[in-house]
């Protein structure tokens, strides 16, 4: 079979999103021989329909490309309906905006402590020095952790992602394991020291009723892993992606300090512009035709949501920033159907508070080098040298 496109290709911060515009003019369904075979949908209409069939298109067999979940089933997100269910009637209640609201304080004190040095030195690596240490802080006090393990937390995170996107298969399993470890210590802390289900992620997992019976032991393990790293990765690599357009546009940069009322519209654009992931998978149940080619049941199927909110049958200008967008909230940053983000408040909130705060504590910033993009599954930036202007 012909290759259209190689997602193993050296990429700068820009290159992938050039090669899908030109995928979504020339090959919308698109192959590629990378990690086994997989098959990627790049229009927005085509990423919408499948991850709202979940009868068709499954998660349960593989939820991302690479598949990288090695060490057991990890709901809700390796789980179809029903199954998956009983796991997000426990967590929806604690991801809702009024939560987010009650966590903004302590994120913005999480986000001025972390900014401080940085600011002290005149700049620094906004990735690795801030965004990829504020998710854990904000996953930690919202998961009620205790402090001393957030450290553990984010180096085991962090190696985990490495891992991923340098395919290292061995290293994948070995970290995956480290944060298992935490998520059964932080299982065996709540139930020796319970707390409110109605504030606490693990507690409402313990205290959750499926048809009578309490959910099975070795699922609240994964529930709780994937939970640990799920909502880390992606805000690292949105903040990489802002700060980078930011030091582009410095127009748009200046704009936003100057009036901090117009960043959580701006937050959204950037989240339809930087979409941080591009290989959520899903395998068809069937014999499913789509875009003219035919796919297999048992075929791997790359959701490219970064690609899908870029097209421009549904995005005017699809790789320009334009603040208040009238079709913005088309957006699929978060997913469509019964794998829709539930964290999608808690997102939203911690890309604001962090814009806010670096705007509010910088006079200007521009890149100090060159960002280094991630790769597959995610997209963005995962290193990005700023100086701050004095």
């Known amino acids: 079979m012909t290759e259209d496109f190689d997602p193993l290709q050296p990429e700068t911060f820009d290159s992938a999103h050039a090669d899908y515009a030109r995928l979504r003019a020339e090959c919308p369904v698109a192959r ?4 086994g075979g997989f098959w990627a ?13 979940p009868a068709t298109f499954v998660t349960s067999v593989q939820n991302v490309i690479p598949k990288v979940a090695f060490t057991g089933r990890r709901p809700p997100l390796h789980l179809d309906p029903p199954e998956h269910t009983p796991y997000r009637r426990a967590l929806n209640p604690l991801l809702t905006a009024e939560r987010a ?9 999480f986000a001025a402590a972390l900014l401080e040095p940085m600011v002290a030195r005149g700049g620094g690596d906004i990735c690795t020095e801030f965004s990829s240490y504020l998710p854990v802080q904000v996953f930690g006090a919202w998961m009620n952790m205790p402090a001393q393990w957030l450290d553990r937390l984010h180096d085991a ?3 985990f992602n490495v891992a991923v996107q340098s395919a290292q298969e061995g290293t994948m ?7 298992y470890d935490l998520a059964r210590d932080l299982i065996g802390l709540r139930k020796r020291e319970p707390l409110d289900p109605g504030d606490d992620p693990t507690s409402a997992l313990l205290a959750a009723r499926h048809q009578g019976e ?3 032991d070795e699922m609240i393990v994964g529930t709780v892993r994937q939970v640990l790293v799920v909502g880390m990765i992606a805000p690292m690599v949105m903040v990489g992606s802002i700060a980078v357009h930011l030091s582009r546009d410095r127009a ?4 936003l300090r100057e009036d901090p009322a117009l960043v959580p519209a701006a937050v959204e654009e950037f989240l339809r512009l930087y979409t941080p992931y591009r290989g959520f998978a899903r395998t068809a149940t069937r014999e499913v035709e789509i875009g003219g080619r035919r796919i297999a049941p048992g075929q791997p199927i790359a959701l490219v949501y970064a690609s899908a909110n870029r097209d421009e049958a549904v995005f005017e200008d699809g790789a320009c920033f334009r603040l208040n967008r009238p079709n913005i909230g088309e957006h699929i940053a978060f997913g469509r159907g019964p794998h829709h983000c539930p964290g999608a408040p808690i997102g939203r909130m911690q890309l604001k508070v962090a814009l806010e705060e670096l705007l509010a504590r910088t006079k200007g910033f521009v890149l100090a080098g060159e960002p280094v993009p991630t790769l597959f599954p995610e997209i ?11």
């Not at 949908?41 to 069939?53: I, P, T």
């Open 32 to 35: 590629s021989e990378a990690w």
């Open 41 to 53: 949908l790049m229009r927005y209409d085509d990423v919408k329909q499948a991850a709202s069939d």
């Open 252 to 255: 748009l940069q200046s704009r």
């Open 101 to 109: 609201e009650r966590l903004e304080p302590v994120t913005r004190r």
């Open 157 to 159: 995170g962090r190696a």
């Open 173 to 179: 399993k070995e970290t995956s394991l480290v944060l």
């Open 380 to 390: 963005g930036a995962r290193s990005v040298p700023l100086r701050f202007e004095a």
């Open 214 to 216: 309490p959910l099975p």
